[in-house]
């Protein structure tokens, strides 16, 4: 299970786009995905410093946002830069009680590939609950890639990136409508509505 403690702010988006040269595409794939719908109540799982909680209210901005995150620090710089928007921002682990629903949105964005996949089956029979019928849950992470890698991700202890296949597979199992948004290489956006 990863604490949080190994994030650190301060540098996080040079750290994160020499790590992931495509993080601002994989984002901005994430916030289309999020296109046609009208969230009211919007969770962010692993929100980090706020860079995908901002991006998602940019684009929603009539909604509030609750995001999740096991990183005090991490948090801590979320809450000074998302001071002015409709944003609260909770320590946890996502393993654990999601907050109460329902939400109408549910973004996830370079979290869940830290989780095994046994516990991302169990994340997505819980988001199912929280969910509202009809909304969405969108990811946007590293992924098990179907042909070798283009991107060159390094991929450390703390990272346990499932296929999209698989994910497909379990988000059905949870009563979602699930398909693939977006890839490049090891990076994807599923999309997928609660029937
Ligand atoms: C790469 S950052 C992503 C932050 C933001 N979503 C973005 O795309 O820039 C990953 C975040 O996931 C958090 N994290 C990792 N494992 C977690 C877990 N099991 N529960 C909650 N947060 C977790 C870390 O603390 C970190 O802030």
């Given at each position: 299970?990863?604490?949080?403690s190994?994030?650190?702010?301060d ?7 020499e790590?992931?040269p495509a993080?601002d ?6 916030v289309?995905a999020?296109r ?5 109540r919007i969770l962010d799982?692993?929100?980090g ?11 929603h ?9 096991a ?6 710089s ?16 996502i393993?654990?009680e ?5 939400f109408e949105?549910i ?6 590939h830290?989780?095994?996949g046994?516990?991302?089956?169990d994340?997505?029979d819980r988001?199912?609950e929280?969910?509202?019928?009809g909304g969405?849950?969108v ?5 098990v890639?179907t042909?070798?890698s283009?991107?060159?991700?390094e991929l450390?202890?703390?990272d346990?990136p499932?296929?999209?296949e698989d994910?497909?597979a379990?988000?059905?199992e ?7 948004h977006w ?5 994807a956006v599923?999309?997928?509505d609660?029937?």
């Amino acid at each position: 299970m990863d604490d949080g403690s190994r994030w650190e702010p301060d540098g996080y988006l040079t750290f994160i786009r020499e790590e992931i040269p495509a993080y601002d595409r994989l984002q901005d794939e994430l916030v289309k995905a999020t296109r046609r719908t009208s969230p009211r109540r919007i969770l962010d799982l692993g929100s980090g410093s706020g860079e995908t909680a901002s991006r998602i209210l940019k684009a929603h901005p009539y909604a509030e946002l609750v995001g999740i995150d096991a990183s005090e620090k991490m948090l801590a710089s979320a809450r000074r830069s998302l001071s002015e928007l409709p944003a609260t921002f909770h320590v946890g682990q996502i393993e654990d009680e999601l907050p109460d629903g329902p939400f109408e949105l549910i973004v996830s964005a370079l979290t869940i590939h830290h989780l095994p996949g046994a516990d991302k089956q169990d994340l997505f029979d819980r988001v199912a609950e929280v969910v509202r019928p009809g909304g969405r849950f969108v990811i946007a992470d590293v992924v098990v890639p179907t042909e070798p890698s283009r991107n060159g991700i390094e991929l450390s202890e703390h990272d346990h990136p499932s296929s999209v296949e698989d994910q497909l597979a379990w988000l059905s199992e949870a009563g979602f409508q699930p398909h693939l948004h977006w890839s490049h290489g090891e990076l994807a956006v599923i999309s997928a509505d609660l029937r």
